[in-house]
């Protein structure tokens, strides 16, 4: 794999320099762009803040979500999990 043009972003005042790898650019532009994104949505809410603290808002929330996503994703897979048990166990029934 190679390695495409070393990439710099600004992220609350802080240089965030990025080399991805090509097939890579994207999801980094993509993540920066959320992050961005989450911090003006915070800023126009609460003007107030201090970058450190919007920072750790930003983390907290995407943090959040995540682990809200991995427990749903888990969910459904111990659902599916159950139905193909059903299915298979239907289809044994039947086969006799």
Same mark, same amino acid.
């Given at each position: 794999? &190679?390695? $495409?043009?070393?990439k710099e972003f600004n992220v609350l005042g802080c240089k965030?320099?990025?080399r991805p790898l090509e097939?890579? $650019?994207?999801n980094a532009k993509a993540v920066i762009e959320f992050v961005l994104q989450e911090i003006e949505e915070l800023k126009s809410k609460r003007p107030l803040l201090r970058d450190t603290d919007i920072a750790v808002l930003v983390a907290l929330k995407v943090a959040t979500e995540k682990m809200q996503l991995e427990d749903e994703y888990k969910a459904n897979i *111990?659902? *599916?999990?159950?139905s193909l048990q &059903?299915? *298979?166990q239907a289809m044994s029934l039947e086969a006799n």
């Open positions: 794999m &190679t390695i $495409s043009q070393e965030v320099k990025y097939n890579d $650019s994207q *111990l659902k *599916l999990e159950e &059903t299915a *298979l």
